[in-house]
């Protein structure tokens, strides 16, 4: 047991009961306990397996490999569609986790026979993403803006993508663009400071 997953459960008001089970389910399944992202993550080998966090609506277990988890049960959720390789399973109550237990310890043990196995999830590459109309246009009309955004790393190229893509108006996709524009030409991703 982590003492910084102590102190973050110390602090934590809603979902503290479900959270604690399923500290206990997980730690019972031979990982190491860390706080990663300010929430508990569990590790085999300094590699990601199982986080558990908290929602407003619920609690849950995040398989970082799930896609490539067997679940036999249907019980595996992908959290949003643009969400490629983490599975969550969801709860929203104390006694729903208790009865689900021998369960949950069996879809913890397959995310470490995955992580052992060395599997590895193939991502989306960034083009094979819609870009936005008003994005391209945008590139086609600053050069560079362009050069900017293709020296970003792939990772930092989605995350662009997809949030001008998420806005439903043109108008909101446009406003998104201009407002992140310096932050490209400076070489900075969608969150960096």
Not at 79 to 95: C, D
Not at 118 to 145: C, I, R, S
Not at 166 to 190: F, M, N, V, W, Y
């Amino acid at each position: 047991m982590n003492p910084k997953v102590d102190a973050y459960l110390g602090k934590v008001k809603k979902w503290r009961e479900e959270l604690e089970k399923l500290r206990a389910i997980v730690l019972d399944c031979d990982l190491t306990e860390e706080l990663k992202w300010g929430v508990p993550c569990y590790t085999l080998d300094d590699k990601n397996v199982v986080i558990i966090h908290a929602f407003n609506e619920y609690c849950a277990l995040l398989f970082v490999k799930g896609a490539l988890m067997k679940d036999p049960r249907g019980i595996l959720i992908q959290q949003t569609e643009n969400v490629q390789s983490a599975r969550q399973i969801r709860f929203t109550g104390l006694l729903e986790i208790t009865r689900m237990e021998s369960v949950l310890k069996s879809y913890v043990r397959e995310a470490i026979k995955v992580e052992k196995s060395g599997l590895k999830v193939t991502f989306k590459k960034t083009d094979e993403f819609n870009m936005p109309e008003e994005f391209k246009t945008k590139l086609d009309e600053m050069p560079a803006l362009k050069t900017a955004f293709e020296s970003l790393t792939p990772g930092r190229q989605r995350a662009y993508i997809l949030h001008f893509s998420a806005a439903k108006q043109s108008k909101t996709r446009e406003s998104r663009i201009e407002k992140c524009t310096p932050h490209i030409l400076d070489g900075k991703g969608l969150n960096d400071q």
